[in-house]
């Protein structure tokens, strides 16, 4: 569907005003965050909304300006400067064919290239498993039906359930 880059990213900063403050100091913020992580900062597209959209958080119109925006910018990824769902960030990767992150995944990104000892690598990598594991539903859909395998009984486990129990040993 999209590649997902690791290192020099080209990244569009998402800021949503909600009427809470000073959105300067906010964008300033998420764009030193960026900067941090790696990313290079190619344009930001602010907005105002009463509230979050359940779907999308921004609403689908805001949705395909962003497109266009990370088209034009030739941005490889997406930084909401917010913590968005997992079913937000699914439905934006579909709607603007990027990767899309949100604040804490970006600050979990930075404490991992940042960790140097062995106890602190560990610790931001539980910190992003468990962030990880709220983002699991729906990753799987195309293999969504159980099926057994010849002289098993029994359905098998979904992907899903898969994950889960990978994630729940490491």
């Not at 569907?1 to 913020?29: C, H, K, N, W, Y």
Request: proline share 2%.
């Amino acid at each position: 569907m999209f590649d997902r880059p690791s290192t020099g990213t080209r990244a569009l900063l998402i800021q949503v005003d909600f009427g809470q403050g000073s959105i300067e100091e906010r964008l300033s913020e998420i764009g030193l965050l960026a900067s941090s992580a790696g990313a290079s900062v190619v344009g930001v597209v602010q907005c105002r909304r009463q509230a979050p959209d359940p779907a999308l958080y921004i609403g689908k119109g805001k949705a395909d300006e962003i497109r266009m925006a990370a088209q034009l910018n030739e941005a490889d990824i997406v930084i909401f400067n917010h913590d968005i769902s997992a079913a937000q960030q699914r439905n934006l990767e579909r709607v603007l064919e990027r990767r899309v992150i949100d604040r804490s995944a970006l600050i979990l990104d930075i404490f991992a290239l940042r960790a140097k000892s062995h106890e602190g690598k560990l610790q931001v990598e539980l910190a992003q498993l468990q962030h990880l594991s709220t983002r699991l539903v729906r990753g799987w859909t195309h293999l969504e039906r159980q099926k057994g395998g010849i002289g098993l009984r029994g359905p098998g486990e979904k992907q899903l359930e898969t994950d889960r129990r990978l994630l729940g040993e490491r």
